[in-house]
């Protein structure tokens, strides 16, 4: 072994085996294995691999970040809580509550009505001792070594949520999980998993959040599903990273027969994120329908890659992904539209639009198909542009002045991403949070109240 | 001069895309008088419309245009709409996204011409009615999938709104059947009076059976060859515009 | 719609002359000494000597690429990288000549002569006339049009300012290849302010010297030129080679236009990789006219590089990929001035296990504000068995532009289908009315002759395809 002592507070492997020496053995095995992978792996490099081409992450030192918050300092992070807390009650006040830090899980609420309908709502290290065979279902969606970061997470990952919805359980109120942290030079792991059983339905937010700022931050999440036949997933994220974050995720879900998914996911946060949204249509007649809003500024570097992959028969998926970037922010698109040779009666749909507001902004669309299956409908569209000189001389001619016009038009352009969104309190906290961006007051890292701090 | 606030154009000419559309064009509309512009397809009707506006693709060479005294071209397109001046387009934009009720809000916001929600839902609601326009375009997303019919209505809803001292209408009778556009033609006549300036701007008589100009000009290759009284019009129905086109010619060759 | 001989073969009058009876030829595979003693045979100057060498040195350095078509069945070592021996080249028998082939010939009626060039059976194609007087009428207008050794003999100074200087030897693998074997191909010029008003053809000088693997073409058009060049026919053609390895490089100087017409109908065991590339200047518009009908793998991004004001590119590709057919196909455009348009439409069809993928890149520089561009798609899959795949590239980097990209990827529509065969018109015809429809745009851009040729070719290609 190493001859120097391993802090077991940075990405370690002695942080490694702190996590599973709480774990039951199966997970530790995992947690070891997705070590051993994660080492042996390079760093995505914007050179040698073509995911990782318009996105670089060379100045990105891991080493830097830790994994445990200061020691004593019990109180960081509560102001932070609340704020959370007051995001979900202002969309989500019925939801069951989960807030997470590094301490672990601070706040656990709500949770009675969910228990009651034989809804498993905790956290996932609780359930992976108390609910193995479940957990492992959700498991199941990655192979342990699928890349570096992906690695990472499953090595490093602390408390996370997860939720079990018995067969024809319709869980009647949502579940929120928010993830939060403060202090420079922190790492989390969000991790959220959720299975479905038959017939089951959730809705489900996750929502990220850490003080405004240029705090250095690393965050490498996951949120795993696995939906039974006619099971059906609202699935919600709402990304607010401060400004020096560095986000990584891969959202994925397995689709029985008949399950449906929708994905809503606002990204307002972070410095430089790369997300996955992987929907993989396994059952006949899966359908699922993805959303996502960006608004990127200063320079901000948002990528967002996504599958849509197609294994049964008549399914149906439809990605929309609306951007909005200025000053120096880049948007990166790249999806898959992968339709198998059995999966005939397929139909699918990707549109990536992005608003150029200016600046030296930049996007990159990279929508692709492969389709082996014949009878099918397969389209995707990217479009790339500024505000619409027609549009802004309608709403001008009707006395409307050039700022307030371009404000209102860039709204327009967001509003059927929003249109799309599966729940009404979420809808209307991102178009809030939307129009604070569209107003020029970025919404990367969440602001403290009035005299606070965070 | 009158107190009757007044569109002057003088010697106007414009391009688009490098290309001269507008050779000259002189005009005079006063507030309280209908004038009628009509011409053959390619006379510029439209791009005076969008210059008057200030679109910025059109970018005048030459000549002069103020509204009440005031000069227009120096004025960015909100800035003459506070004026006073209204265009209803002949092909209404779609601003994805905006309900008509967001956007009428905002440009009487803008205008100074605020009022509180009850006050307005009420207006809106009657203007739409008038209009026989379906409550449910409130909160439709502007122009955006409506019928041509249902556009030009939408136009004359702002400005039933906007109430405008001068009120371009282009085309606006343009796509339209009888039924539809008696309804239009009859809610401008009820927004006309002594307050308001219209210059129709139309290819047809249809549209003027019902709002009798008092005067009409035929433009032609851009510029404004010959002006009379309504009964012009009722000529150009008849023979169409080339017994009137050779005419000036003829006169502008007899010098 | 019954097509008359004579429009067939009207144009076929246009032949070539050139009897090669060399029967100099390097030995198998590729080293130093063959390109050497190519350059030697041709009497070169030192400098392409030079640049055929390090284009080598290049090629043997560089990896296969890892994206793209499977280009693993290409065995380096088994070609003749030159001029193969005259007894070699009739060597193939009349009889051996596969009867789809013959039959598509009698279909498409084309002139026994033809048949035994594009069989591979004849070296020569032996026509003469009309080829000598429209090189006369072009002479007077200072229009050069040969072929690249010539052009690199008798007007070394222009060829040697602008050759190699689109594709440089190691913008890729299959460049590299090129630029130290290439031989044949076109060389054409056309000075300032002059419009040709027929189409070259490159079918003009076919032998199968020229015909070759590794044909090189260089088009120059002066300010405010305009030039149309055609390669290719849409007969299906028989080559010994398994691997064909082209490039094209055009120069569009201020105001000029030039438009590259290519058909290509290679057999079944031919590995057909092009590299070509234009810059248009100021004003200056290029069209890329793409067809791909046959070959077993093609490989081939007609780009246009925008490098002057109010420039504007084009490319139009229509690809058919049949069975054991990969066509990977695409265009790239790259803005590099402000006031640039660029346009690219692409219609494919699979069928028969075939598979065709659209690559392409549009890239706005960003210096480059008020562009617009616009690329659309669309790939039709006949049977279960065929694949379709749109691999679209966009980097946008100048807040100024209006980009748009659309793709669809679907089975020909039953209400179509429908409403043909309520009319009376059976199913597998109506697929093939279909099928000529989707490749409309495509082909209406075609002088007659090709287009009429290429909507027969399509019939046949149909025929016997009932879904």
């Known amino acids: 072994m190493a001859t120097t002592i391993e802090s077991a507070s940075g990405i370690t492997g002695a942080a490694v085996e702190t996590r599973a020496a709480a774990s039951p053995a199966w997970l530790a095995e995992r947690r070891r294995a997705a070590w051993e992978a994660f080492t042996a792996l390079p760093m995505p490099d914007h050179m040698h691999d073509e995911d990782w081409r318009r996105t670089d992450i060379s100045k990105l030192n891991l080493a830097d970040f830790s994994v445990e918050p200061p020691p004593g300092d019990a109180v960081a992070g509560d102001a932070l809580i609340d704020v959370m807390r007051t995001l979900r009650a202002e969309a989500a006040p019925d939801s069951a ?42 498991f199941a969606a990655v192979r342990v070594g699928e890349s570096k970061l992906l690695a990472m997470w499953d090595a490093l990952w602390r408390t996370g949520v997860f939720v079990y919805v018995p067969r024809s359980v319709d869980a009647r109120v949502p579940v929120w999980a928010a993830y939060s942290v403060a202090g420079d030079n922190a790492a989390i792991f969000p991790a959220t998993l959720a299975v479905l059983d038959d017939n089951a339905s959730l809705t489900l937010v996750d929502s990220y959040a850490s003080p405004a700022g240029d705090a250095p931050l690393l965050s490498s999440a996951a949120a795993l599903f696995v939906l039974g036949d006619d099971a059906r997933l609202d699935y919600h994220n709402v990304q607010q990273w401060g400004a020096g974050a560095w986000h990584f995720a891969t959202h994925r879900a397995i689709l029985g027969r008949n399950a449906r998914l929708r994905v809503f996911g606002a990204a307002l946060g972070s410095r430089l994120q790369k997300v996955y949204w992987d929907a993989l249509l396994d059952g006949d007649g899966g359908e699922a329908l993805l959303t996502g809003v960006c608004f990127g500024d200063e320079s901000q570097h948002m990528d967002l890659q996504s599958l849509q992959r197609h294994r049964g028969q008549s399914t149906h998926s439809d990605l929309l992904h609306k951007v909005a970037v200025r000053d120096r922010a880049v948007s990166v698109y790249s999806g898959l539209i992968d339709v198998e040779k059995q999966a005939q009666h397929t139909d699918g749909y990707v549109q990536n639009r992005n608003l150029m507001l200016g600046g030296t902004a930049k996007a990159s669309g990279i929508p692709r198909l492969e389709i082996k299956a014949n009878d099918v409908r397969c389209s995707h569209g990217v479009t790339a542009g500024h505000i619409d000189d027609d549009m802004r001389f309608y709403l001008e001619s009707r006395g409307v002045r050039r700022d307030d016009a371009d404000r209102l038009i860039v709204r327009g352009f967001m509003q059927d991403a929003l249109d799309r969104t599966p729940h009404p309190g979420v809808r209307e906290l991102v178009a809030r949070l939307l129009d604070e961006e569209i107003h020029g007051r970025s919404q990367a890292g969440v602001e403290a109240p009035e005299g606070g701090e965070l | 001069m009158s107190d009757t606030p007044t569109l002057l154009v003088e010697g106007l000419h414009a391009d688009v895309d490098g290309k001269e559309i507008l050779k000259g064009v002189d005009l005079r509309v006063p507030t309280g008088e209908i004038h009628a512009l009509m011409g053959p397809n390619g006379s510029g009707k439209s791009t005076l419309a969008y210059t008057l506006m200030g679109h910025p693709k059109y970018a005048v060479t030459q000549g002069k245009a103020s509204f009440d005294g005031h000069d227009l071209l120096s004025l960015t397109p909100d800035e003459r709409a506070r004026l006073g001046i209204f265009l209803s387009f002949q092909y209404p934009t779609a601003i994805p996204g905006v309900t008509m009720v967001n956007f009428l809000r905002a440009s009487l916001r803008s205008l100074g011409k605020e009022m509180p929600a009850r006050e307005f839902m009420q207006a809106l609601k009657r203007e739409m009615d008038e209009l026989k326009m379906d409550e449910q375009f409130r909160s439709r997303y502007v122009n955006e999938g409506f019928s041509g019919g249902e556009k030009k209505r939408a136009e004359i809803l702002q400005m039933a709104l906007l109430r405008p ?38 290819h047809y008589y249809r549209i003027l059976e019902f709002l009798t100009p008092d005067v009409v000009h035929v433009l032609h290759d851009g510029r404004v060859v010959r002006s009379g009284g309504a009964q012009l019009a009722r000529e150009i129905e008849v023979t169409g515009y080339d017994p009137i086109l050779a005419a000036t010619t003829a006169g502008a060759a007899q010098g | 719609m019954a097509v008359e001989a004579h429009e067939l073969t009207k144009d076929y009058k246009y032949g070539f002359h050139d009897v090669d009876i060399s029967v100099f030829r390097t030995e198998k595979g590729l080293s130093p000494e063959v390109v050497a003693a190519i350059s030697a045979h041709k009497n070169e100057p030192e400098w392409m000597l030079k640049f055929r060498l390090k284009a080598l040195a290049h090629f043997e350095k560089r990896a296969m690429p890892t994206w793209g078509a499977d280009l693993s069945g290409i065995d380096f070592n088994n070609i003749y990288y030159y001029v193969k021996p005259m007894e070699e080249q009739a060597g193939r028998d009349w009889d051996d000549v596969p009867d789809s082939i013959k039959e598509t010939f009698d279909k498409l009626g084309i002139p026994q002569a033809e048949r035994k060039f594009l069989a591979g059976v004849s070296a020569q194609y032996d026509s003469e006339v009309v080829y000598h007087s429209i090189r006369a009428d072009l002479e007077k207008l200072g229009v ?42 076109s060389f054409v010029y056309v000075p300032k302010g002059v419009r040709v008003d027929i189409p070259l053809q490159a079918y003009f000088r ?239 851009e075609l002088p007659m002759e090709y287009a009429v040729e290429l909507n027969r070719l399509l019939a046949v290609q149909m025929e016997g395809s009932v879904g």
């Open chain 3, 144 to 185: 050069i049009f040969g072929d690249c050794d010539t052009g690199l003999r008798d007007h070394s100074e222009i060829f040697r300012k602008y050759f190699g200087t689109v594709i440089p030897p190691n913008d890729n693998k299959f460049a590299a290849l090129n630029s130290a074997v290439w031989s044949g191909g």
């Open chain 1, 97 to 138: 509550f989960l807030a997470i830090t590094r301490r672990g899980l601070r706040a656990c609420d709500e949770m009675d009505m969910l228990t009651a309908q034989g809804v498993i709502v905790s956290t996932l290290e609780e359930a992976a001792i108390q609910h193995p065979e479940l957990v492992q279902r959700a």
């Open chain 3, 206 to 444: 076919i032998n199968s010297d020229n015909m070759g693997q590794f044909e090189r073409t260089l088009i120059i058009a002066e300010e405010g030129s305009y030039v149309h060049y055609i390669e290719g026919c849409t007969a299906p053609t028989y080559s010994s080679d398994s691997l064909h390895s082209a490039v094209v490089e055009i120069i569009a100087h201020k105001d000029a236009h030039v438009r590259y017409t290519t058909i290509q109908n290679w057999s079944n065991n031919v590995y057909n990789l092009v590299t070509k590339r234009a810059i248009a200047y100021e004003g200056a518009t290029v069209e890329w006219i793409d067809g791909n009908l046959g070959s077993k793998v093609t490989m081939k991004y007609p780009a246009i590089y925008l490098m002057g004001e109010r420039a504007h590119g084009e490319v139009l590709s229509a690809a058919f990929a049949g069975e054991g057919q990969h066509q990977d196909a695409g265009a790239k455009c790259v803005h590099v001035a402000p006031h640039t348009t660029s346009n690219i439409v692409s219609r494919s069809i699979s069928k028969d296990g075939g598979r065709t993928s659209y690559r392409g890149h549009i890239k706005v520089y960003p210096k480059a504000h008020d562009v617009k561009v616009n690329v659309r798609c669309d790939a039709l899959l006949l049977d279960e068995a065929s694949q379709s795949d749109t691999y679209p590239y966009s980097d946008i980097e100048n807040p100024d532009v209006s980009f748009g990209h659309e793709a669809t990827v679907s089975k020909i529509g039953e209400d179509q289908i429908f409403y043909l065969t309520s009319r009376g018109i059976p199913e597998a015809e109506a697929t093939a009315l279909i099928v000529n429809g989707f490749f409309e745009p495509f082909v209406k």
């Open chain 2, 165 to 202: 001292k001068l009120a371009i209408l282009d085309e606006t009778d343009s796509g339209l059947d009888v039924d539809a556009l008696r309804t239009v033609a009859e809610g401008v006549k009820r927004l006309s009076g002594p307050d308001m300036g219209i210059l129709i701007i139309t």
